[in-house]
């Protein structure tokens, strides 16, 4: 019998796949899975993959699942400059986290009781009483904080991604639509601001027309905030047990993004385990150089100011093609 610590997206995806061979039984802290995130709307990042996405998810064990595709990206610059970035096939897809029918977390889960995955709620274990340890970040370098709207009334195919260090220090403010349902987050790296973060929230949301805009006559459904941590651990394999997801570390330093490494890193924790190979030499080979990266363009956000970001988005002109959008920045952060 395999023992996981967390239902998160991590701990969902390993129990997924080891149940296709193993007992499985995943102990959740919270009363519900996917309560962690109440609903609201991720999204996960397409372009500059080797396959659509949605290819990766099925290989995961992720099926089913409601997404919706998203052809452009709305940038902005501290002064509201914006550069609008496009393309044919999608730049991102948006889901939906949380508890609710629609759900990635609700997805999975699915799929681990169709295959008899026990589930104990309400239950919270430490780390020497299971094998996988999928039970989220344990330290904090990023923080989280947004809104979620209802009855929003926003383009489906758009993200708006906003750099203001007032608001957002060293991070950057998204707008992601699901339907009638838009979360609009600050996402700030750092941490001697942490505590002002709600303020800035609210005060953004004051300031920006068009953040207000997007949310006029919408409903308020709820606030979230949540930290997040990203390293790149020397290894994901300690003391006998499988670390995965943001318990491992595994979220790409330079946004933010976790849902992709949770993933990939629950699915190749569970083949090692099946297959008897070697858990770090999987993780390192398939995405060990992107977290790399992330760390390198991290450093560079750090010390980004307002100013370079008004140049940034100047020099992508009103509108530009994602492939000449990725090599005009590549070489802006060089
Ligand atoms: C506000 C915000 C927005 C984000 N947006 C995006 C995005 O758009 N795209 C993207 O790719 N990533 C995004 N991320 C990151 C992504 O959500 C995370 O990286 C991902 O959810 C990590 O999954 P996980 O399963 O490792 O951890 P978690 O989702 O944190 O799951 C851990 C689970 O373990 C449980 N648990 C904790 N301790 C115990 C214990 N001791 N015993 C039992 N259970 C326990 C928790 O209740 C939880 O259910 C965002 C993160 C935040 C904070």
Request: hydrophobic share 35%; with cysteine; aromatic share 12%.
């Amino acid at each position: 019998m395999i023992r996981i610590g967390g239902a998160g997206v991590a701990g969902l995806a390993c129990a997924a796949n080891l149940s296709k061979s193993e007992d499985v039984t995943v102990y959740e802290k919270a009363h519900k899975v996917g309560s962690r995130y109440r609903q609201s709307v991720l999204a996960f990042r397409n372009y500059g993959m080797t396959r659509d996405y949605v290819e990766e998810l099925r290989q995961v064990g992720v099926t089913g699942l409601k997404i919706r595709k998203i052809t452009r990206i709305r940038k902005y610059s501290p002064s509201l400059k914006c550069a609008e970035v496009h393309s044919d096939n999608p730049l991102f897809y948006s889901v939906f986290r949380g508890a609710n029918s629609h759900s990635i977390d609700s997805s999975l889960h699915q799929t681990c009781i169709k295959n008899g995955v026990k589930f104990v709620t309400g239950s919270e274990v430490s780390e020497s009483d299971v094998d996988v340890v999928a039970i989220g970040g344990r330290e904090t370098n990023v923080l989280g904080y947004g809104t979620t709207y209802e009855n929003a009334c926003v383009e489906q195919d758009t993200i708006h991604l906003f750099y203001d260090n007032r608001y957002a220090p060293k991070g950057y403010i998204y707008a992601v639509p699901f339907n009638s349902v838009l979360t609009v987050g600050l996402v700030c790296f750092d941490k001697d601001q942490f505590l002002n973060v709600p303020r800035m929230f609210d005060n953004l949301m004051e300031n920006n027309p068009v953040l207000s805009g997007m949310v006029e006559g919408a409903d308020r459904a709820h606030y979230f905030q949540n930290f997040a941590h990203y390293e790149i651990p020397k290894t994901a394999y300690r003391n006998g047990k499988h670390y995965v997801g943001e318990a491992a570390g595994f979220l790409e330093p330079s946004k933010g993004f976790g849902l992709r490494y949770a993933l990939l890193s629950g699915h190749l924790a569970a083949k090692s385990i099946l297959e008897k190979k070697d858990y770090d030499l999987l993780w390192k080979a398939a995405f060990g150089s992107e977290l790399e990266e992330g760390m390198r363009m991290r450093r560079r956000f750090q010390m980004m100011t307002n100013d370079d970001y008004e140049h940034l988005i100047d020099s992508f002109g009103n509108a530009i093609e994602i492939g000449e959008y990725v090599k005009r920045k590549d070489n802006a952060f060089r």
